[in-house]
């Protein structure tokens, strides 16, 4: 569903990853593991990968969050940019999903960067706040269960600074949101959360046909 970008022939999307891709060989190894799975559709495109990683430089990130992990190949890339002492918090709720994570971070020598959390996000986030990192992140990354997505976006939005940047996943899901017929909890909590971020008064945005649609929202100052 979202392991290439959306809308483009074959052939322009082959020439976009040969014009522009730089996986490395672990991240490359990583998503061909990942395509084995049996839900492996729902890793992000190496394009979008690196699409957040650059994000993550421009910004200067130094202290990323990531709601739902997977494999881990999105918090690879963006951990392989942050500066020494950067750290990236992910939440997950698979032990199995989260191991494959694990050993590729290992191997790409991010792993001391990323503080895995396996619980429900909602929780991992709750004790964030708890913990006083309100106002503390650079980039936030929503890729988890839809019917969740305006607690994630509402929790990430406290837990980021003034100028910080939450980018949530899916947000075109597979063209679904045009499909009047599609009335199942995560294409409506999807076309909710779109709605309600494109006239959000406390961040500026832009929602990207990358990937499976990426919503990018930028934190305004006051
Ligand atoms: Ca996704």
Not at 112 to 137: E, N, Q
Not at 138 to 150: E, G, L, M, Q, R
Not at 187 to 203: C, H, Y
Request: with cysteine.
């Amino acid at each position: 569903m979202s392991k290439r970008s959306i809308g483009l022939s074959d052939d322009l999307y082959a020439y976009l990853l040969e014009n522009s891709l730089r996986e490395t060989e672990v991240m490359r190894r990583l998503r061909e593991e990942t395509a084995k799975l049996p839900w492996g559709g729902m890793q992000i495109s190496p394009e979008q990968g690196q699409f957040m990683a650059l994000l993550a430089q421009l910004m200067g990130a130094r202290h990323c969050l990531e709601i739902g992990t997977f494999t881990g190949y999105s918090a690879l890339a963006v951990a392989q940019v942050l500066p020494a002492g950067g750290r990236l918090v992910a939440c997950d709720i698979d032990e199995a999903t989260a191991a494959v994570a694990r050993r590729y971070w290992q191997e790409a020598g991010v792993a001391a960067k990323i503080d895995l959390k396996i619980a429900p996000a909602l929780d991992s986030l709750d004790a964030l706040m708890a913990g006083g990192a309100a106002g503390s992140f650079d980039f936030a990354f929503i890729d988890a269960d839809k019917s969740n997505y305006d607690a994630y976006y509402e929790s990430c939005l406290a837990l980021l600074r003034p100028g910080g940047l939450v980018a949530v996943d899916n947000v075109l899901w597979d063209g679904a949101v045009i499909n009047s017929s599609r009335t199942d909890s995560d294409t409506v909590a999807i076309r909710a959360l779109n709605g309600k971020i494109a006239s959000d008064q406390r961040v500026d945005c832009s929602m990207l046909p990358l990937g499976d649609g990426l919503m990018l929202a930028h934190k305004r100052s006051n």
